[in-house]
């Protein structure tokens, strides 16, 4: 099997051209093996390119459990560079995730993704809930470069209300009206990685409908550096979001399946 590793801002990808359907999706075991850091490739998540009949391709993503899973936004900042690679498409492209359809174009270098409209999102005393294309808990803390991501990211991740099905869990920490630093722990990988695209979307959405930012353009500072979310308002919350940032390719390798 013929493979390519690609990053987004750190978070990162085993992406494979599966328009021929070699690979056995119901192998999931495999899957994890290929994403383990120490007897695989290591990856976030493991990422196939296929055909779709209406649009220019399909995205199917995997956690790094092995288990197929909600949208990944750097993956699918990440699947867009590689269809370019593949010559697929050219600047722009139109493609089918697990979400639904997705608008995305490369300018200068970035990538911009268009990411779902988000219509509801609920508040409570110290966090905030959303679902960006997958599902978020977004809460302010203090000393956020010291903060102890992974277990508290899991107490809150595997408590209630979300229990088995559980949520990513995003900490943030507001540097200034428009700039937020973020740090996730992502379900599926069951850590904190170095950046959650759907996660710093999920931060700028709850920072504005919580008052801390007027802006519709945010800059979010993730461990593996920096991306932007931009959106627009409107009676039934928000619309024209689009997740801009880095896509790159690392290397390709070739793995027995």
């Given at each position: 099997?013929?493979?390519?590793?690609?990053?987004?801002?750190?978070?990162?990808?085993?992406?494979?051209?599966?328009r021929?359907?070699?690979?056995?999706?119901?192998?999931?075991?495999?899957?994890?093996?290929?994403?383990?850091?120490?007897f695989?490739?290591?990856?976030?998540?493991?990422?196939?390119?296929?055909?779709?009949?209406?649009?220019?391709?399909?995205?199917?993503y995997?956690?790094?459990?092995?288990n197929?899973?909600?949208?990944?936004?750097?993956?699918?900042?990440?699947?867009?560079?590689?269809?370019?690679?593949?010559?697929?498409?050219?600047?722009?492209?139109?493609?089918?995730?697990?979400?639904?359809?997705h608008?995305?174009k490369?300018?200068?270098?970035?990538?911009?993704?268009?990411?779902?409209?988000?219509?509801?999102?609920?508040?409570?005393?110290?966090?905030?809930?959303?679902?960006?294309?997958?599902?978020?808990?977004?809460?302010?803390?203090?000393?956020?470069?010291?903060?102890?991501?992974?277990?508290?990211?899991?107490?809150?991740?595997n408590?209630?209300?979300?229990?088995?099905?559980?949520?990513n869990?995003?900490?943030?920490?507001?540097?200034s009206?428009?700039?937020?630093?973020?740090?996730?722990y992502?379900?599926?990988?069951?850590?904190?990685?170095?950046?959650?695209?759907?996660g710093?979307?999920?931060?700028?959405?709850?920072?504005?409908k919580?008052?801390?930012t007027?802006?519709?353009?945010?800059?979010?500072?993730?461990?593996?550096?920096?991306?932007?979310?931009?959106?627009s308002?409107?009676?039934?919350?928000?619309?024209?979001?689009?997740?801009?940032?880095?896509?790159?390719?690392?290397?390709?390798?070739?793995?027995?399946?």
């Open positions: 099997m013929t493979f390519y590793k690609y990053q987004g801002t750190g978070n990162d990808f085993v992406i494979v051209d599966n021929l359907q070699f690979i056995d999706k119901k192998d999931t075991k495999r899957i994890a093996t290929i994403c383990d850091r120490r695989g490739i290591g990856a976030d998540g493991f990422i196939l390119l296929e055909n779709d009949e209406n649009v220019d391709f399909k995205m199917v995997y956690n790094a459990d092995g197929e899973s909600t949208m990944c936004g750097n993956g699918g900042r990440c699947i867009v560079a590689f269809a370019k690679f593949l010559n697929i498409i050219e600047n722009e492209t139109e493609f089918i995730a697990i979400d639904g359809l608008k995305a490369i300018e200068e270098g970035l990538v911009h993704l268009q990411m779902q409209e988000v219509s509801e999102i609920e508040s409570f005393d110290n966090h905030l809930f959303l679902d960006t294309g997958s599902p978020h808990h977004v809460e302010l803390v203090s000393g956020l470069a010291d903060f102890e991501v992974k277990s508290n990211g899991a107490r809150i991740r408590g209630a209300p979300y229990n088995e099905a559980g949520s869990v995003n900490f943030v920490e507001q540097l009206a428009e700039n937020f630093a973020v740090r996730t992502e379900r599926g990988v069951e850590d904190e990685t170095l950046s959650c695209g759907t710093v979307t999920a931060v700028a959405l709850a920072m504005h919580s008052g801390k007027k802006a519709d353009k945010i800059s979010l500072q993730t461990q593996g550096g920096p991306l932007n979310v931009t959106f308002t409107n009676d039934n919350g928000y619309d024209n979001i689009w997740l801009i940032g880095p896509a790159e390719q690392v290397f390709k390798g070739e793995i027995e399946w």
